[in-house]
């Protein structure tokens, strides 16, 4: 959501002002390009992971407040709803054996985070949507109390001019209606950043785009949304239907939604803060009192503060991001395709598989990009989305006659994609043996064809048979699911069934 903002009320000069000032800094930002300011490769990557709050009956507890003061950690944060933590984990180099101090880092922290959190009769669940959550929850005094959501709820209200509809169809339909956007809260991720030059973003930037259906088929896990089994990753749908500010007839017009997969490739990163600036109305005008184009002049870097604010409220699903350390800009690419979950193993084993995936693609000396075109990628995205593991995707056929090929998503990742992420991972110079373990993880995942999403829904189903209603389904496979995350075997060796063998 960017950086904490104090809620008030906006004149009707403010947006002309902010918008004034969101072209000087891109015009800024144009400059220090130019001027080759930002900082060297330094192969730095980090994680933040959106966590849900339950109680050990495995319904929502709005009680992210109190668990924060008792884990008093800057690593831990609030997110957009009650039910909703975050954790950052803080960067790290790209080499050695990274991917097991991050698995060592996250289950220290979370298992003290949930510690905590039993403080007050409460756990932390790693999960792409909580499938206990009901509609009920999704009111507007369910958001968490700080101002920066307050505003940015009340200014997407709005924009939108009457409630948000969300229709969703896939193995059930769901439709429904919100007054808040609160249906965002439900959605929870698992976000990857990595700096790279302006001279390789895009095509940093391609390769993330091009695998983003890969990464959700393999790692789909929010198959539920307020009781219902709609598609195998259900958050990109709610994301894109909870934050629509577009009344019907706009979406007629084909005005772009704020959550977007995008619409062409690129081939530098000032093309994407463009597209931010020419397509969406600002929905928090604060203007910050530097002048970025005199701060350029002078020698100094521009903290271009309303240019991050206004991306923050663009949800592209591969994020350009600019940001300063130590007085030194630098840009990032954040993947925001991966629900969070199921354990950390899975964390570790798509995060592994995006690393690799990403250096390998981006250095071929025919990139994907250049042999698909991008309506390709964007309908893979919703194919995976829709189907998870059993998937088929179009991608480039091998050799050099050209055309595209429909696929099965296990079998292009194991025969072609497998073999390129430990080559990028070999690239960043990461352990082999973590190498190996990690992307064995994938493997087993495509040969049992078992990820989150397909364990919740045939656990579910197994429930339903033996009796249950569908609540109490959804309630018993939530806390088998609670169980499983905690012993923390990846997902795919998981016993389908909601009972303690």
Partial sequence: MG?????????????????????????????????????????????????????????????????????????FQTELGM??????????????????????????????????????????MMIGILPTLGRDDMVRSNLSDVDRYALLNDQMVA?????????????????????????????????????????????????????????????????????????????????????????????????????????????????????????????????????PLRVLADGGVPRLQELVLHNGTVYRWNRPVYGLADGVPHLRVENRVLPAGPTVADVIANTALYYGLVRALAEESRPVWTRMPFSAA??????????????????????????????????????????????GLDAWNIEPADRDHYLGIIEERCKRRTNGASWQADTYHRAREAGLDRGAALAAMTRRYAELMQGGDPVHSWPVGIWTL
């Fill in 3 to 75: 950086e904490k903002v104090v809620a008030g009320a906006f004149d009707l000069s403010d947006r002309q002002k902010y918008r004034r000032k969101l072209h000087q800094c891109l015009e800024a930002l144009s400059g220090l390009l130019a001027e080759r300011r930002f900082d060297r490769p330094r192969n730095l990557m980090g994680m933040e992971i959106e966590l849900n709050l339950t109680g050990s009956d495995a319904m929502p507890k709005m009680l992210n407040g109190q668990v924060l003061e008792r884990i008093a950690s800057q690593d």
């Fill in 159 to 291: 924009a939108r001019g009457e409630d948000f509809s969300l229709d969703i169809e896939g193995v059930e339909r769901l439709v429904c209606t919100s007054g808040s956007i609160t249906p965002e809260a439900a959605c929870t991720s698992l976000q990857l950043h990595l700096q790279v030059t302006p001279e390789r973003f895009a095509d940093v930037w391609n390769a993330a785009q091009a695998v983003a259906a890969v990464q959700v088929a393999l790692g789909a896990n929010s198959p539920f949304l307020f009781g219902r089994e709609v598609w195998r990753e259900s958050r990109p749908p709610l994301f894109e239907q909870a934050t629509d500010t577009r009344p019907p007839e706009l979406r007629n017009q084909g005005v772009r939604p704020r959550t977007w997969f995008g619409e062409k490739w690129i081939g530098s990163v000032r093309e994407l803060f463009e597209e931010n600036l020419r397509y969406f109305p600002p929905l928090l005008p604060i203007c910050d009192e530097e002048e």
């Fill in 378 to 423: 964007a309908e893979n995205f919703e194919t995976a989305c829709r189907r998870g593991i059993d998937a088929e995707l179009l991608w480039p056929r091998p050799g050099r006659s050209g055309g595209l090929t429909r696929v099965p998503v296990v079998k292009l990742v194991r025969d072609e994609l497998l073999p390129l992420a430990a080559a």
């Fill in 83 to 124: 039910f909703n933590l975050e954790v950052n984990i803080v960067p790290h180099h790209l080499s050695g054996r990274v991917l097991d101090q991050l698995a060592e880092e996250l289950r220290t922290g979370l298992g003290y985070a949930d510690r905590k959190a039993g403080e007050v009769d409460a756990g932390i």
